[in-house]
């Protein structure tokens, strides 16, 4: 297993401090386009998107998937998918950021996947239209035969959604068409959020026709190494961040340790909210760890750990409109932070630029430098992690 120094790294990041060129970051990527292909290409060289021919399904009998009612108006249709059942395939050019699906929830269920019985999802079901009972009728295991018991079909097409009255417990609800979507570490699609009305997915990268959609179906998976996401998935995923034995999935491996790591340092603890131990897949030089879990990183270091983060994603092709939105509120709060005249300038300069890399190159002068504010804002979060109980 690949073990990264993370303080390491960012030092080999940050040294070039005093020239204009990043020789590591220029590294990572040069090796991400010299050794295989690019994203792009690697589709189109893997048969992605998997167009599914006509010809593979117009001689077996009509599918109980073709009638699972698609509204007039979503760009995609149901087809068999090569090594994973059915899927959904653009069947139009989809924009990213243009909204796929609006789905109802079809019944939901308060309580603990491993606490749901037979007798939860019969109650469930029999509140249904008979219409609805039908399309529930008509879900097949791994797309090929009717499922021998309700909690198998409710387990494998219900998703996790939060219940507004008990704000504490998990609850599922069953979403037929969502639902169809498979999964990929390196998704096209994103639900950013689903409540017990609907779920909403979105394109967050522009989407050729005949490509196959996908989401990812853990929320920190841009954290995890392959091995670690095939544990908590329960099968093998074949994206591109995940092909066996290709430069492509090792460097895959990297960012997401590094990311790992830059999390680690930024918020103190590790993305299930434990303080590393001596099995963690990440490492820190002790005096960072340390640094970090007393929230002594200074801002300028902060803020270049932030930046590199967006570089990062935007390699593994995770870098959406949405996570801009939400990663930006972060740096844009730690730019107003600033108070040594020097840093803020330097600051200022890098967001000016118009690339993530750009920004991160002008910010990596920050990196190690003491800020005037550094002992307030450590004051801050300890105080913080202290009414947080952490
Ligand atoms: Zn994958």
Redesign the pocket.
Known sequence: MLCWEIGHRLEEFAAPTRDVTYPALEHLKCFVRSTLHTPSEFRSSTNFPREVSPAAYRMSKPHPYRALKIPKNAPFTLNPSPGKGWGAFATQSINAGTMILVEELLFIIRKAHEAITEIDVGAAVQQLTAQQKNQVLLLRDNASKPFSHMTEAFAENSFAIQDREQLQTRAHGLFLLHSRIN????PNCKIPTNNEEHVASYATRDIAVGEELTFCYEGD?ELRR?HD??QR?RFV??????LPNTPYQELSDMRRTLLRGLQYLTLGHDFDGQRQDSNSSIFLHAEWKEAAETFRIPIGTRLACDLLVMVLLEEEGLLDEMMVERLRLTISTSITLFKTGRNAWITRLAMERQTWSAKFGFASRLYGCEDAADAGIVAKLQMLSLLRGR
């Open positions: 999964h990929s570490c390196v998976f392959r996401r095939h998935l995923c074949d994206c591109i961040a995940c």
